[in-house]
C-alpha cells in the first residue's frame, strides 16, 4: 500500500494485517511504500486466498472496530434456481436477474447471482454467475468462485421456492455469517403483518378492519360490513381471493379469483365457511373490511408503489402508478387482467383537477409509506431495502393501506419511463453497497 493510502485511511503500521473480502478473513503480511497516490496492489496469493475475480480494482476501507482492511463490497443476490431459456418473457423472473446482473456491473462493487446449491460451506465461497451479453439477442451465465458477500439481496422469486427446506435451512445459516447482512429476508404474512403495523396508533386509520378468519370472525365480520375480501395469509398475485356481498336479507354471494371467476351462494356466515372450503385449501386466510373505492372509468383502482432504500439508506418512492381492475372485477392485480395507468392522470380525474388538493394527497402518500415502512422494520426486527405498497382510495378521498409485499415483482419492460424501471433495479444495489460499509455511490 502507498504511504498516502495508509494516512487516509488511518491503517496502523504493522509487518502483517488482516484483510476482509466479503466473509472471508486472511492474514497478509503489510509492504508500505512511498508514493502521492493513494493506490493499493494485491499478491497473486492474496487474491486466490480471497477469490477475487473482478477486473476492476474494487473499494477499500479500514475497519476500526475489527482492525482489518475490508475491500469490496461484494453483493450476492440470492435466487432458488438460475432461469436459462434462449427465449424468455420480459416480465419472467430471468429477464428481472439478467437486468439485475447488467446493473451490477456497471456499479463499483462485485455483485453476483449465486443459489443455495452453489455454496461450500466449508471454505465460505461459492459459485456465483454474472451474466454475459454475446449478442443482442442471446448471452451466457458465467460462473466463478466467488466469496460468500458482504450482503445479501433476497430475490427468491416464490413461496414456494423459500419454504423449501433446504432453502430455508440455507438462509439460517447465512444469516448466522459473521460481517454478512441480509435483507428483504421473506416474503410477508397478511396476519402477521397486520398485527405488526396496528402497534403504530398512526396508521390505525388507515387499516381496513382484520380478522384471522374463523366461522366467529366471519360472523362477527358480516355483521359489520356488507362486503368482505378474504386473503390467503401467504398468497400473492390475487390468487385465492373472495369476495363476500351480504344482501338484505342476510344471503351471502362470494366470487372466488382462482383461475378466473367462480362465483357461490350461502345462506349464512356458517354455510360460507362449508361451501368455500375447498377453495381456501386449508390455508389461513384473513377476512377484511370491504371499502367503497374511487373508481376510474367505471372500474376500481389501487395505487402501487414500489418504496425503496438509495444509496445513503433512505426511504424514497421509487416507482408509483395505478393498476385498475378489468371490468366486472374487483381485483385489479396485474396478473389478473388488470392494467396499469398513470397516477398523474387518475388523480386529475377522481380530484377534479385540483392542484393543490392532489399535492396534499401526494405528500399525504409519502407520509403513510414511510410510516409503514419504518414501523414494519422496527417492529419485526428485520432489515428490508424494498417493499411494494398497494393502496386504495376512496370515495370520500380518503386512503386505505390494502397491502404489503417484501418481494415486488418488477418488470423490465414497461409503457412508463425506461429510467424509472432502470432505477427500480439499480437501487436496492446502490442500498446493499451502502450496507456493506463502503461509500456512497449514486
Same mark, same amino acid.
Given at each position: 500500500?502507498?504511504?498516502?493510502?495508509?494516512?487516509?485511511?488511518?491503517?496502523?503500521?504493522?509487518?502483517?494485517?488482516?484483510?476482509?473480502?466479503?466473509?472471508?478473513?486472511?492474514?497478509?503480511?503489510?509492504? $508500505?511504500?512511498?508514493?502521492?497516490?493513494?493506490?493499493?496492489?494485491?499478491?497473486?496469493?492474496? $487474491?486466490?486466498?480471497?477469490?477475487?475475480?473482478?477486473?476492476?480494482?474494487?473499494?477499500?476501507?479500514?475497519?476500526?472496530?475489527?482492525?482489518?482492511?475490508?475491500?469490496?463490497?461484494?453483493?450476492?443476490?440470492?435466487?432458488?434456481?438460475?432461469?436459462?431459456?434462449?427465449?424468455?418473457?420480459?416480465?419472467?423472473?430471468?429477464?428481472?436477474?439478467?437486468?439485475?446482473?447488467?446493473?451490477?456491473?456497471?456499479?463499483?462493487?462485485?455483485?453476483?447471482?449465486?443459489?443455495?446449491?452453489?455454496?461450500?460451506?466449508?471454505?465460505? +465461497? +461459492?459459485?456465483?454467475?454474472?451474466?454475459?451479453?454475446?449478442?443482442?439477442?442471446?448471452?451466457?451465465?458465467?460462473?466463478?468462485?466467488?466469496?460468500?458477500?458482504? $450482503?445479501?439481496?433476497?430475490?427468491?422469486?416464490?413461496?414456494?421456492?423459500?419454504?423449501?427446506?433446504?432453502?430455508?435451512? +440455507?438462509?439460517?445459516?447465512?444469516?448466522?455469517?459473521?460481517?454478512?447482512?441480509?435483507? =428483504?429476508?421473506?416474503?410477508?404474512?397478511?396476519?402477521?403483518?397486520?398485527? @405488526?403495523?396496528?402497534?403504530?396508533?398512526?396508521?390505525?386509520?388507515?387499516?381496513?378492519?382484520?380478522? &384471522?378468519?374463523?366461522?366467529?370472525?366471519?360472523?362477527?365480520?358480516?355483521?359489520?360490513?356488507?362486503? &368482505?375480501? @378474504?386473503?390467503?395469509?401467504?398468497?400473492?398475485?390475487?390468487?385465492?381471493?373472495?369476495?363476500?356481498?351480504? =344482501?338484505?336479507?342476510?344471503?351471502?354471494?362470494?366470487?372466488?379469483?382462482?383461475?378466473?371467476?367462480?362465483?357461490?351462494?350461502?345462506?349464512?356466515?356458517?354455510?360460507?365457511?362449508?361451501?368455500?372450503?375447498?377453495?381456501?385449501?386449508?390455508?389461513?386466510?384473513?377476512?377484511?373490511?370491504? @371499502?367503497?373505492?374511487? +373508481?376510474?372509468?367505471?372500474?376500481?383502482?389501487?395505487?402501487?408503489?414500489?418504496?425503496?432504500?438509495?444509496?445513503?439508506?433512505?426511504?424514497?418512492?421509487?416507482?408509483?402508478?395505478?393498476?385498475?381492475?378489468?371490468?366486472?372485477?374487483? $381485483?385489479?392485480?396485474?396478473?389478473?387482467?388488470?392494467?396499469?395507468?398513470?397516477?398523474?392522470?387518475?388523480?386529475?380525474?377522481?380530484?377534479?383537477?385540483?392542484?393543490?388538493?392532489?399535492?396534499?394527497?401526494?405528500?399525504?402518500?409519502?407520509?403513510?409509506?414511510?410510516?409503514?415502512?419504518?414501523?414494519?422494520?422496527?417492529?419485526?426486527?428485520?432489515?428490508?431495502?424494498?417493499?411494494? &405498497?398497494?393502496?386504495?382510495?376512496?370515495?370520500?378521498?380518503?386512503?386505505?393501506?390494502?397491502?404489503?409485499?417484501?418481494?415486488?415483482?418488477?418488470?423490465?419492460?414497461?409503457? @412508463?419511463?425506461?429510467?424509472?424501471?432502470?432505477?427500480?433495479?439499480?437501487?436496492?444495489?446502490?442500498?446493499?453497497?451502502? &450496507?456493506?460499509?463502503?461509500?456512497?455511490?449514486?
Amino acid at each position: 500500500m502507498a504511504d498516502a493510502l495508509i494516512n487516509k485511511l488511518d491503517i496502523p503500521l504493522a509487518s502483517t494485517i488482516k484483510v476482509r473480502v466479503g466473509v472471508k478473513v486472511v492474514i497478509s503480511k503489510l509492504v $508500505v511504500r512511498n508514493g502521492k497516490l493513494t493506490s493499493y496492489m494485491l499478491s497473486p496469493q492474496l $487474491v486466490e486466498a480471497l477469490c477475487l475475480n473482478r477486473k476492476k480494482p474494487l473499494q477499500i476501507r479500514y475497519d476500526q472496530e475489527k482492525e482489518m482492511i475490508h475491500i469490496g463490497p461484494i453483493i450476492g443476490i440470492l435466487t432458488s434456481f438460475l432461469p436459462n431459456e434462449l427465449e424468455f418473457d420480459p416480465k419472467s423472473v430471468q429477464a428481472e436477474l439478467i437486468f439485475l446482473s447488467k446493473i451490477g456491473q456497471n456499479l463499483p462493487a462485485q455483485v453476483y447471482m449465486f443459489t443455495p446449491s452453489s455454496i461450500n460451506w466449508a471454505n465460505r +465461497t +461459492t459459485c456465483g454467475f454474472i451474466y454475459q451479453q454475446l449478442s443482442p439477442e442471446h448471452g451466457i451465465w458465467s460462473s466463478s468462485l466467488y466469496p460468500l458477500p458482504d $450482503v445479501i439481496y433476497d430475490r427468491i422469486s416464490s413461496r414456494t421456492g423459500e419454504a423449501r427446506p433446504g432453502i430455508k435451512n +440455507t438462509k439460517r445459516k447465512l444469516m448466522k455469517l459473521p460481517y454478512l447482512k441480509y435483507f =428483504n429476508p421473506s416474503f410477508l404474512d397478511k396476519w402477521k403483518v397486520h398485527k @405488526l403495523l396496528v402497534t403504530n396508533a398512526d396508521l390505525i386509520p388507515y387499516l381496513p378492519e382484520t380478522q &384471522l378468519l374463523s366461522a366467529s370472525s366471519m360472523k362477527d365480520m358480516i355483521m359489520k360490513h356488507k362486503t &368482505l375480501y @378474504l386473503k390467503p395469509c401467504n398468497g400473492s398475485q390475487g390468487n385465492g381471493i373472495i369476495k363476500v356481498i351480504c =344482501n338484505d336479507e342476510g344471503k351471502l354471494k362470494y366470487t372466488v379469483y382462482r383461475n378466473g371467476r367462480r362465483a357461490g351462494h350461502a345462506d349464512n356466515p356458517v354455510d360460507f365457511m362449508k361451501r368455500s372450503g375447498a377453495a381456501r385449501k386449508g390455508k389461513p386466510y384473513i377476512v377484511q373490511q370491504g @371499502l367503497n373505492l374511487s +373508481t376510474f372509468n367505471e372500474s376500481p383502482f389501487d395505487i402501487r408503489i414500489i418504496y425503496q432504500k438509495n444509496h445513503e439508506g433512505e426511504w424514497k418512492i421509487s416507482k408509483q402508478f395505478v393498476r385498475v381492475a378489468p371490468r366486472g372485477s374487483s $381485483v385489479a392485480n396485474l396478473s389478473r387482467g388488470g392494467r396499469a395507468e398513470t397516477s398523474k392522470r387518475v388523480f386529475a380525474s377522481i380530484l377534479n383537477g385540483n392542484k393543490k388538493l392532489i399535492e396534499d394527497k401526494h405528500d399525504e402518500l409519502r407520509k403513510l409509506c414511510s410510516m409503514v415502512a419504518v414501523t414494519l422494520e422496527s417492529s419485526s426486527k428485520k432489515l428490508y431495502g424494498e417493499l411494494g &405498497l398497494d393502496i386504495g382510495i376512496d370515495k370520500g378521498g380518503k386512503f386505505w393501506l390494502i397491502e404489503v409485499n417484501s418481494k415486488p415483482r418488477k418488470t423490465t419492460e414497461t409503457e @412508463l419511463s425506461q429510467g424509472i424501471v432502470h432505477n427500480t433495479f439499480r437501487r436496492p444495489l446502490q442500498y446493499a453497497i451502502h &450496507l456493506a460499509g463502503f461509500k456512497k455511490h449514486k
